[in-house]
């Protein structure tokens, strides 16, 4: 069975910085892109960023680059995401989950439960 | 910002057919690519229903189908069940963004 359990949300005042992991288990992790999506009540699922199945190649939406990173450890089975600068805006329920087909073409198969990431003074 | 145009809410009685549209433009949906459809259930993440325009993942009821016509693209439930309340997205990828485009969102009520 997939899994994808995501950890490491919390408050942050804004300009702090979060690592939010994902556990992956129930597939071969390597063999796979992966995303983070983003969900809040006023902008809706909004797609943050992915990255190849090795690592090379990673994606961002723009509000987030030069700000956030992506990241993952095939030998670890984790995805992880360094947040630096964080604003109000940032403020979701992050969900981690795994990608299917083409880049041009992809869609998200399976999520994991979201953390939630508050930004506020 | 959604790029994607979805609307609010849709409702229905038990056993009828609803459907919902997915609107974009000439740089997502126009440009033939892909569209997916994902259903929310009330507290809990977005789960795949619809990839690829009309194929459903194994475990997904044949109640739910994808379609497209013209530069919208559409998903219906027939024989709708109380247990379909819940929020639907569609997904797809947008060339002047370079980014994967949500919508923004449809809520479906059983009556």
């Known amino acids: 069975e997939v899994q994808l359990v995501e950890s490491g949300g919390g408050l942050v005042q804004p300009g702090g910085s979060l690592r939010l992991s994902c556990a992956a288990s129930g597939f071969t992790f390597s063999r796979y892109w992966m995303s983070w999506v983003r969900q809040t009540p006023e902008k809706g699922l909004e797609w943050v960023a992915n990255?190849?199945?090795?690592?090379?190649?990673?994606f961002y939406v723009n509000s987030v680059k030069g700000r956030f990173t992506i990241s993952r450890d095939n030998g670890k089975n984790s995805l992880y995401l360094q947040m630096n600068s964080l604003r109000v805006e940032d403020l979701a329920v992050y969900y981690c989950a795994r990608d299917q087909g083409g880049r041009r073409r992809q869609y998200r198969d399976y999520w994991g439960q979201g953390t939630l990431v508050t930004v506020s003074s | 910002q959604s790029v994607l145009t979805q609307a609010p809410s849709v409702s229905g009685a038990p056993g009828q057919r609803v459907t919902m549209s997915c609107t974009g433009s000439s740089s997502n949906i126009g440009a033939d690519y892909d569209v997916h459809w994902y259903q929310q259930l009330p507290g809990t993440a977005p789960k795949l229903l619809i990839y690829?325009?009309?194929n459903r993942p194994s475990g997904v009821p044949d109640r739910f189908s994808g379609s497209k016509s013209g530069a919208s693209h559409s998903l219906a439930i027939s024989g709708l069940q109380a247990e379909d309340e819940a929020d639907y997205y569609c997904?797809?990828?947008?060339?002047?963004?370079?980014?994967?485009?949500f919508g923004t969102g449809t809520k479906v009520t059983v009556l």
């Open positions: 997904q797809s990828y947008d060339s002047r963004l370079s980014d994967y485009v």
């Open positions: 690829g325009n009309n």
């Open positions: 990255i190849r199945e090795d690592g090379s190649e990673k």
